[in-house]
């Protein structure tokens, strides 16, 4: 049983280990207004509100795809649907303004895209945000990225989005209060869920059942229920795990400074961290998924995942990302490299979970460029990334690392390319080596995202605008490289 508030009101649901949020609300509840369109997070038109309680004690919103969002993680939250935004008859300033620009035809987009402009609302009303974050072009993108819609033409949902702040703040005064408090470790059946809330309760919990699978944001685990109609016998859920959730700076035996960053954190708690330190890692952060996605997505999910096309990955490989595992058999550490084995199977055992992922300090003189290549700029995974990390010394490549992602069956280093250039001056000569010694590197495969040639041609692209940007000593900002870079 998970106790939540719906729209201001409480709810004692109960719940399989399989229910998301949008069945819960349609076929449990009643509550049509959220809509299903793709099932796999990507057309936006189920998107809700979660509220969470932060450690600060204030109450945030953040839009997620309903259709891939476990029921099971509402338990003590707050859920907002389309079909709570308005008080009485006056309707929210999102509603008002997609009603006064005309921003809705056949309307089956409509409630997914005045909740991602509900969540908008909400942030720019948090007087912090005001001034950290005003409504730029790029933020609004960011809002509505995961949004699709087919029939009315952005122009009027953005129209919107620019004027919703003029209407007049109708907001139920319910949308303050704090959800329920969670039980510690809500138990769907005897056996088959867990969520703990420590690390000694998630190792007690490998202990018990090994075989579990585990969930954090379920971006791509639900795809399994959802796409393949996989049951899940028995899912340990990390996302409450205090020691997963946190961001701590250390020293590693080796002398290197960094960040552990806890497998949970999500990709939008971990953005001022990169905007601050790694401007191209954040910049890839933009393109990675959607805001519905980025909220709820973790590091820790994304390397699990072992996907060949992950986008963090490579350039946790490009930096040097080490791991740390848990078990019952306790803790170890180990380099990145080390845990892709081959096509979705890596060094995770049987009763093990990643615990934090090390990010290390920006080294001085290091330059980090990350490319991604995809189909469409907006929520795409990538066909090629490319993450380079170097140094220059008196003109010459040191600590040369290139790594990238869709080119094998695991996320990879380029071993013979980095060869090519460590050492040598950055000269079109050693740079034509990289490229050659890149085809013994990989052998990419044919898939929907890109041919083999495709990836091999585009691959060795990039290594030459690599040297490019290295010849100009360019300061050409990643937005720019990115844009180019789809337009291939
Ligand atoms: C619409 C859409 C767009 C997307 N776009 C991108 C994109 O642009 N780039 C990209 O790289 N990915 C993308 N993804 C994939 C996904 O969002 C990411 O891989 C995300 O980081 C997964 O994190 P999660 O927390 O949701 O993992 P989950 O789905 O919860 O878990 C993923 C896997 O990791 C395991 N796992 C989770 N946490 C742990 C842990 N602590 N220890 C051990 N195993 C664990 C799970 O058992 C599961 O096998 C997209 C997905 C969707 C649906
Ligand atoms: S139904 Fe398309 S994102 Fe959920
Ligand atoms: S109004 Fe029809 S899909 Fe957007």
Redesign the pocket.
């Known amino acids: 049983m998970i106790d939540f508030l719906l729209n201001g009101q409480p709810r004692h649901c109960e719940v399989t280990p399989e229910t998301s949020v949008l069945e819960l609300l349609r076929e449990s509840l009643g509550a049509m207004g959220t809509k299903e369109g793709c099932a796999?997070?990507?057309c936006g038109a189920c998107t809700v509100a979660i509220g969470e309680t932060g450690a600060d004690g204030e109450l945030r919103y953040h839009s997620a795809?309903a259709c891939?969002t476990p029921a099971h993680q509402l338990n003590g939250h707050h859920l907002i649907t389309v079909d709570g935004l308005a008080n009485g008859d006056k309707l929210h300033p999102a509603q008002a303004a997609m009603v006064e620009c005309h921003g809705s035809q056949c309307g089956f987009c409509t409630p997914g895209i005045v909740m991602s402009l509900f969540t908008l609302h909400e942030q720019q009303r948090r007087q912090e945000d005001k001034a950290l974050a005003p409504l730029t072009p790029q933020r609004l993108e960011a809002a509505l990225g995961?949004n699709l819609c087919r029939c009315t033409g952005y122009r009027p949902i953005r129209d919107a989005a620019l004027t919703m702040n003029e209407h007049p703040e109708h907001r139920p005064l319910w949308m303050d209060a704090t959800g329920p408090e969670p039980k510690p470790e809500p138990v769907i059946s005897e056996s088959s869920f867990a969520q703990p809330t420590t690390l000694t309760g998630l190792i007690e919990c490998l202990e018990r059942h090994p075989e579990a699978?585990?969930?954090?944001?379920?971006?791509?685990?639900?795809?399994e229920s959802t796409q393949r109609l996989a049951r899940f016998e028995r899912l340990i859920d990390?996302t409450r795990v205090a020691e997963?959730n946190v961001i701590e700076e250390t020293t590693l035996e080796d002398g290197r400074r960094g960040w552990w960053i806890g497998?949970?954190v999500?990709?939008t708690r971990i953005e001022p961290l990169l905007e601050t330190h790694y401007d191209a890692f954040a910049h890839l952060l933009h393109?990675?998924?959607?805001s519905q996605?980025r909220n709820?997505?973790?590091?820790?999910?994304?390397v699990?995942?072992a996907?060949p096309?992950?986008?963090?990955p490579p350039v946790l490989l490009a930096l040097g990302s080490r791991l740390k595992l848990v078990g019952s058999e306790g803790e170890r550490e180990l380099p990145l490299e080390d845990f892709f084995l081959d096509y979705k199977r890596t060094a995770?055992q049987q009763g093990?979970?990643?615990?934090a992922l090390f990010l290390p300090h920006p080294i001085e003189g290091e330059t980090l460029k990350v490319w991604k290549l995809?189909k469409r700029r907006e929520?795409?995974?990538?066909a090629v990334l490319g993450a380079f990390a170097w140094r220059l010394e008196d003109g010459v490549l040191r600590d040369v690392r290139l790594a990238f992602g869709g080119m094998a069956a695991i996320p990879k280093r380029a071993i013979r390319a980095e060869s090519a250039l460590e050492g040598k001056e950055p000269s079109p000569a050693a740079f034509q080596q990289a490229r050659l010694a890149l085809s013994q590197d990989f052998q990419p495969m044919s898939d929907v995202r890109g041919s083999a040639h495709y990836r091999q041609v585009t691959a060795a692209n990039l290594l030459e605008r690599l040297r490019l940007v290295i010849a100009q000593n360019a300061t050409d900002s990643p937005r720019e490289v990115m844009l180019h870079a789809y337009a291939h």
């Open positions: 796999s997070g990507d795809n891939i995961g699978r585990l969930v954090a944001g379920a971006t791509d685990l639900w795809l990390v997963l497998a949970a999500t990709y393109r990675l998924g959607s996605i709820r997505g973790t590091l820790g999910g994304n699990a995942n996907s096309i992950g986008d963090t995770l093990e979970a990643i615990r995809s929520d795409d995974i990538s």
